[in-house]
């Protein structure tokens, strides 16, 4: 089992920053990929961002590039996502997830792909 605390939301006003943080404990070893969901009030989960922990290569949902930068400390076994340029429509609750799937030509975006969750963490951008 892997276990995934979120932190560093936070309200906002637009244009600001914010960085969130994901720590991961347990089986860390299991897991090959990292990414944040969002899930804004009335709307699907949405996938922002993934990484690989295997080749560190990254893909980013278009609306976030840019802006947005995940990123990862292994001597921590942390996760971040650095958002800059913060807009109203970035307000969700942001959801980090890790994934035992791995691949060279394939990002997963899909939030089935995904094997473990955090509880989330609120972020509010204010216009």
């Known amino acids: 089992q892997v276990q995934l605390v979120e932190s560093g939301g936070g309200l906002v006003q637009a244009g600001g920053s914010l960085r969130l943080s994901c720590a991961a404990s347990g089986r860390t070893s299991s897991t090959d990929t990292m990414g944040w969901f969002r899930q804004a009030p009335g709307k699907e989960r949405e996938f922002v961002a993934t990484k690989s922990m295997r080749d560190s290569s990254t893909y980013y949902k278009d609306s976030v590039k840019g802006r947005f930068a995940i990123s990862r400390d292994n001597a921590k076994n942390t996760v971040y996502l650095q958002m800059n340029n913060l807009k109203p429509e970035d307000t969700a609750v942001y959801y980090c997830?890790?994934?035992?799937?791995?691949?060279?030509?394939?990002?997963?975006?899909?939030?089935?792909?995904?094997?473990?969750w955090g509880q989330g963490t609120q972020v509010t951008v204010s216009s």
């Open positions: 997830a890790a994934s035992t799937y791995y691949s060279t030509n394939y990002y997963y975006t899909n939030p089935l792909e995904y094997n473990y």
